[in-house]
């Protein structure tokens, strides 16, 4: 969570700059969007990995990552061990 916060303060700033410099907010706003899409783009094609070509021992591991900092901590095996 705290990376995302990081992240978006950044481009606050950034977009804060622009304006200062006479960037129509909507100018950034469309830019900020392409971007997007390009970045998207980009993890689709050169970093993504098709759930079907990873094991199940991959899975779960994600699985539990993702829960670590749950309610549901405490009990990442047996919920990461329900992956399919």
Same mark, same amino acid.
């Given at each position: 969570?705290?990376?995302? =916060? &990081?992240? %978006? %303060?950044?481009?606050?700033? !950034?977009?804060? +700059?622009? =304006? !200062?410099?006479?960037?129509?907010?909507?100018?950034? &706003?469309?830019?900020?969007?392409? %971007?997007? !899409?390009?970045?998207?783009?980009?993890? +689709?094609?050169?970093?993504?990995?098709? =759930?079907?070509?990873?094991?199940? +021992?991959?899975?779960?591991?994600? %699985?539990?990552?993702?829960?670590?900092?749950?309610?549901?901590?405490? +009990?990442?095996?047996?919920?990461?061990?329900?992956? !399919?």
């Amino acid at each position: 969570m705290t990376s995302v =916060v &990081i992240v %978006a %303060a950044e481009f606050l700033k !950034r977009a804060n +700059d622009l =304006v !200062r410099n006479k960037i129509h907010p909507t100018s950034i &706003i469309s830019c900020y969007k392409l %971007a997007m !899409r390009e970045a998207c783009k980009y993890v +689709d094609e050169k970093l993504a990995i098709k =759930v079907e070509n990873l094991g199940k +021992d991959s899975l779960v591991n994600c %699985a539990k990552t993702s829960m670590s900092l749950k309610l549901i901590g405490n +009990d990442s095996d047996f919920f990461a061990n329900l992956v !399919r």
